[in-house]
């Protein structure tokens, strides 16, 4: 069976969405929204109500001594909004951690 999520993207404005209910997760670019549905549903248990894509370019960076141009690869971007009530642990950010003082 091929897969088409690579892995969840976990940064703060993604973690802060995930509280209101949409998870963010890098796919291929031969994802669709049926694929990445059921894929996700059967990694994770849980309901997915709905799906949203976009297709992220890749950016153009410079390397070397001298210069040249290397051009990162494409990828998609998949937001996924569950039933109200399920949560992805991937996601959970722990906040019982003591301040030092």
Same mark, same amino acid.
Request: charged share 30%; net charge positive.
């Given at each position: 069976?091929?897969?088409?999520?690579?892995?969840?993207?976990?940064?703060?404005?993604?973690?802060?969405?995930?509280?209101?209910?949409?998870?963010?997760?890098?796919? *291929?670019?031969?994802?669709?929204?049926?694929? *990445?549905?059921?894929?996700?549903?059967?990694?994770?248990?849980?309901?997915?109500?709905?799906?949203?894509?976009?297709?992220?370019?890749?950016?153009?960076?410079?390397?070397?001594?001298?210069?040249?141009?290397?051009?990162?690869?494409?990828?998609?971007?998949?937001?996924?909004?569950?039933?109200?009530?399920? *949560?992805?642990?991937?996601?959970?950010?722990?906040?019982?951690?003591?301040?030092?003082?």
């Amino acid at each position: 069976m091929k897969t088409y999520i690579i892995k969840p993207l976990i940064t703060e404005k993604t973690v802060a969405k995930a509280q209101s209910g949409w998870y963010t997760f890098q796919a *291929t670019q031969s994802a669709d929204k049926k694929t *990445t549905k059921s894929e996700i549903e059967t990694l994770y248990a849980v309901s997915v109500t709905d799906v949203r894509s976009s297709v992220v370019h890749g950016k153009e960076k410079r390397v070397g001594r001298k210069g040249k141009t290397v051009k990162k690869s494409d990828w998609k971007k998949v937001y996924v909004r569950l039933k109200s009530g399920q *949560t992805i642990d991937a996601f959970q950010i722990g906040g019982s951690e003591e301040k030092k003082s």
